[in-house]
């Protein structure tokens, strides 16, 4: 059949390169802004303020940017958003090169950089499916590469790159973040303009927020999509909390500095891109719904490995171990909402399980602080595992290979194999590819 042999097209490797340079970006950041709070700040509440601003645009609105996105041009709302981030990051830098950077000054950058992100990631989302035809395996094996990348840049080189660049001075790691986002933008610019996906088409004159709910409620009415928006919103509650005392944790209790925390994080990034590597596999021998469960149980007992820590070795162990749980979830997931969702719907249904998770970051930046000032340290990490061994219990049915299953079956054209009574899964289908 045709899925067996198509090949990603042209444009693919625009996007790819365009999101692989931007994350980079993103990693530089995600190591310099933390440590660039710490320089401000040693109070873990005001550490979970900066974190949970850049997640507040989701909660404020998530649903009405999906609506907005399956309004307008996907591809324009794209190089839009990564130019205005770049612009907007120039505003940090300066504050931080005056030596007048301030907590509040960082919280306002994250939520504005975190509003650029949901428009950008919202239509990247909605195009992908549309640039690839929907094909279900093209589509897990492009999430693969752009995961793959992803998690090298933001993860693995970015790091440590943002850990050095901040000894060169505050504002050199969120200048280099400002030209990724430029290249970005201008590669995403010329990527080819697609033709409006098929289905009903949103119009202005109908109520945004009408057209907000009815995304909204797609998601609800479909136990497997709620399934797939539930795991990644407690999830988010869970690695906030890890996430906003890691710093504070690494210091303190592993004895590790700057340059080590940046290494810290590259253990967890190269886990990842294993899990990424493997994801299709997993999927093919324990089926897609199978191994979204054992993902996050993964996920779950890497977190309590951290917990317990004893050295930076055993620490850095954990959170590879967790990123690959991670890294394989996030290829296997949405590649499977992209494939069985209506693409006149797909920004709304994307936005709303988007918002589901990053809705749940805040409170989880906020337990995390919390818990690690009444506590311990080792606390929000405890309380993250429980989390998440609780979530995978829940979801495992809502998830299972038979709902997996019957969703492609349902969402196939008419004359395809998905119409046999025992349809190939997106994974069994890759198997099927010539070597």
Known sequence: MTTSVAKLPTGFGRLWTAQTVSSLGDGVSHAALPLLALTLTHDPMALAVVTAAGTLPWLLFGVLGGALV????????????????????????????????????????AFLLGLGGLFFDTAATAYLPDLLGRDPVLLERANSRLRGAQTAMSGFAGPPAGSALLALGRAVPLLADAVSFLVSALLVRSLPALPAAPGPVPEARESLLRQARAGASYVFRDRLLLGLALRPAVGNVAFLAVETVLALFARDRLGMDTYGFGLLLTAEATGGLLGAAVASALGRRLGTGTALTCTA???????????????PYVAGLALAVCGAGMGATMVLGPSLRQAIVPPHLMGRVASTSRMLAMCAAPLGAFLGGWLATAFDLRTPLYAASGLLLTMTAVTATMTSNRRVEAALRAAAPAGTPADDPKPRTPAQESALEPS
């Open 297 to 311: 149980a993964v996920e779950g007992l890497a977190i309590l490995g951290l917990a317990a820590a004893p050295n």
């Open 70 to 109: 399956d309004r307008w041009d996907r591809r324009r709302t794209m190089w839009v958003a990564d130019a205005v981030r770049a612009v907007l990051l120039a505003v940090p830098a300066a504050a931080a090169a005056l030596d007048v950077l301030s907590i509040p000054l960082l919280a306002a950058a």
